[in-house]
């Protein structure tokens, strides 16, 4: 099973921007699809962003617009740029490794905090 780590969250004031990142144990190359879900408290998991093998890229549609994902094969490593930020985008924010076979993977979670 591959092994997810996850940097840059933070607290950071309505309107401003982080950058998370996610570096993950074996190639992102070959694989069906990576990305980003958040959870914030008393709500279910939600899709922010993922990336497929062939490089097409979906959102969720609260962020289209503000966040975008990249990713960096030679590091194995997927970022989410969250710009215009807002208070209802804190949230623990967990990266997402689907292989082609077999099941998907996660990270502990990097907690982001939009408060002023």
């Known amino acids: 099973q591959v092994q997810l780590e996850e940097s840059g969250g933070g607290l950071v004031q309505p309107g401003g921007s982080l950058r998370l990142s996610c570096t993950a144990s074996?190639?992102?190359?070959?694989?069906?699809?990576i990305g980003w879900y958040r959870q914030a408290p008393g709500k279910q998991r939600e899709l922010v962003g993922r990336?497929?093998?062939?490089?097409?890229?979906i959102y969720g549609d609260s962020v289209k617009g503000r966040f975008t994902i990249s990713r960096d094969n030679a590091k194995n490593m997927v970022n989410l740029q969250m710009n215009s930020l807002k208070p209802e985008d804190t949230a623990v924010y967990y990266c997402?490794?689907?292989?082609?076979?077999?099941?998907?993977?996660w990270g502990q979670g990097t907690q982001v905090t939009v408060s002023s």
């Open positions: 997402n490794y689907a292989p082609l076979v077999g099941a998907s993977s």
């Open positions: 074996k190639s992102i190359r070959s694989i069906y699809a």
């Open positions: 990336m497929y093998n062939g490089g097409s890229t």
